[in-house]
């Protein structure tokens, strides 16, 4: 039998991945910038900068109305 198996959706990311490498250490760090993961604060800045990307200005505002406690006035 041929099920299908749903996966979920991957997490909204604030902007791409970081790779890093560690000269000293000679090791590689991935930074993930994922929405649910920055500061409600940043997320605020972002949407009242000066140019915010209009796609990115979206997202924020989906994560804000996601997490409770936060309105958009």
């Known amino acids: 039998m041929n099920e299908i198996v749903m996966c979920p959706p991957p997490p909204v ?7 890093t490498y ?7 760090k991935i930074k993930h910038y994922y929405m649910k ?4 604060q940043e997320l605020i ?3 009242n900068s000066y140019n915010p990307i209009p796609k ?4 924020c505002i ?3 109305t996601r997490r409770r406690g936060i309105k958009r006035e």
């Open 13 to 19: 990311k604030f902007k791409p991945t970081e790779r």
């Open 22 to 28: 560690d000269r000293f250490t000679k090791e590689h």
């Open 37 to 40: 993961a920055m500061p409600k």
């Open 45 to 47: 800045d972002y949407i």
């Open 56 to 59: 990115r200005r979206q997202k």
């Open 62 to 64: 989906k994560e804000l």
